[in-house]
């Protein structure tokens, strides 16, 4: 059972439009919300979180948005850069001290000049 | 530099042939992790450890140890590896605070014939 679901596996966007990776999670508990980026041969590097207080967190070009009742998040990015092509995951705990945290199976960013 | 180190980075072994990979970080975190992954499955938590002598399984465990006899260290021992433990490992350490989250190694790539 896929607790956290990224349904879109590739997404190529133009370079300076926006960005929107989508994330559905099905375990109520979740409370806390993170974005990761992932380049070739390299780990996976934090990117933006949200906790379920919220319903938008914003940090430079990256905005992620929480709908709850949805169990929905998304992250834009605008504007997109060449620089963004990356594997984007999705992860989800049930609070940012919880010792597990649930990853999606990633979306392949492509952004075309 | 803080970091997370993994070693090897590439490793090619035979069936039945133990063999561990290290993981190692300079950050005095608590929190230390391994992942999996694989082509259409995302990042799979295999064992995690909240401190010193403190393991548990996540969600992949089966066929892997480990050991935290140290903080800044977290070895995955595979004590007879398989073919279906070909995959890209990541090492993982959190302080757990929130606004942080989980730093990742640069990945082990393993290949069992």
């Known amino acids: 059972d896929q607790q956290v679901k990224q349904n879109s596996p590739s997404l190529s966007v133009q370079e300076g439009r926006i960005s929107i990776l989508n994330c559905d999670y099905t375990?109520?508990?979740?409370?806390?919300f993170l974005w990761y980026k992932k380049y070739p041969a390299e780990g996976p590097t934090f990117l933006i979180s949200?906790?379920?207080?919220?319903d938008k967190n914003e940090d430079g070009r990256f905005t992620v948005f929480l709908n709850k009742s949805a169990k929905h998040l998304s992250l834009h990015i605008v504007p997109s850069q060449p620089g963004d092509s990356a594997v984007y995951f999705c992860a989800a705990s049930e609070g940012y001290r919880d010792d597990k945290i649930i990853f999606g199976k990633g979306t392949r960013l492509h952004i075309l000049p | 530099e803080a970091q997370v180190t993994q070693n090897p980075r590439y490793l090619i072994t035979v069936t039945g042939k133990k063999l561990t990979v290290t993981c190692s970080q300079n950050m005095n975190h608590e929190y230390m992790s391994w992942y999996r992954q694989d082509p259409g499955l995302g990042l799979r938590q295999i064992y995690y450890?909240?401190?010193?002598?403190?393991?548990d399984k996540g969600d992949v465990p089966e066929g892997y140890k480990v050991s935290r006899k140290e903080k800044r260290n977290f070895p995955l021992i595979l004590e007879s590896p398989s073919p279906n433990q070909t995959s890209l490992y990541f090492c993982a350490s959190s302080p757990f605070r929130e606004g942080e989250t989980q730093y990742f190694g640069p990945g082990t790539r393993l290949l069992v014939l």
């Open positions: 450890s909240m401190n010193v002598e403190v393991t």
């Open positions: 375990n109520s508990m979740f409370d806390y």
């Open positions: 949200i906790s379920s207080i919220k």
